[in-house]
Structure formats: C-alpha cells, structure tokens
C-alpha cells in the first residue's frame, strides 16, 4: 500500500512560480507522475519520472515546469514556473509500485492550483 498526500498549490499571478510536493508513505514507489485536471476537461498527464530520473513531459510544460524526486525521502516534487491562466487545475500525483506479476496504481487527493491572470 502506498499514501501520497501533496500540497504546495495555491493562489498565483501569471508569470509566477510554484512547488508542489508529493509524500508517499508505503512501498518505494517506482514511476511517479503529476496528473492535471482542469474545471470540464479530462485529467491530463502533466510530467513523468522513473527511479533513474528519467523524465517525460507534456507539451504544453515543457520549459516551464520541472519533475524531480527525492528517493530516499519517497518523494516528487513540481517546479511550476511561467505559469499561465491555462495551468489552473487540480494536481495529482500518481505513483505505479512493480512486483513480479503485479502493478499497483496510487493516486493523491489533489492539490489546487489557480493563476490568475
């Protein structure tokens, strides 16, 4: 079992900056990602990131936003900058545990995240 809580969303103006942070508790995590869901549309893959520290990330952040992790605090974080009107939404960060002959998927509650324009 896996427990993801995030936070360091809030209240920002275009072209300002922020951090959100993911904890998990539980098993190491292997693939985690930050999802995004805007008010009507469906949530979407905003990055991705293996254990190595590969990462992946939609078009619409790249240059933007930056993934990282910490693997010896099992944590993800979020570097938001340059953010836009159309970066508003809930951020959830997902995480994928592996074993043999298994894959757990675990989602945070969700973290708000408003850009004023």
């Known amino acids: 079992q896996v427990q993801l809580v995030e936070s360091g969303g809030g209240l920002v103006q275009a072209g300002g900056s922020l951090r959100l942070s993911c904890a998990a508790s539980?098993?190491?995590?292997?693939?985690m990602m930050w999802h995004r869901q805007a008010p009507g549309q469906p949530r979407e893959l905003v990055a991705g990131?293996?254990?190595?520290?590969?990462?992946d990330y939609a078009d619409s952040v790249k240059g933007r936003f930056t993934i990282s992790r910490d693997n010896a605090k099992n944590a993800m974080y979020l570097q938001m900058n340059s953010l836009k009107p159309e970066d508003t939404a809930v951020y959830y960060c997902?995480?994928?545990?592996?074993?043999?002959?298994?894959?757990?998927?675990?989602w945070g509650p969700g973290t708000q995240v408003t850009v004023s324009s």
């Open positions: 539980g098993s190491i995590t292997d693939y």
């Open positions: 990131i293996t254990r190595d520290g590969n990462t």
């Open positions: 997902n995480a994928l545990v592996t074993g043999p002959g298994r894959m757990e998927n675990y």
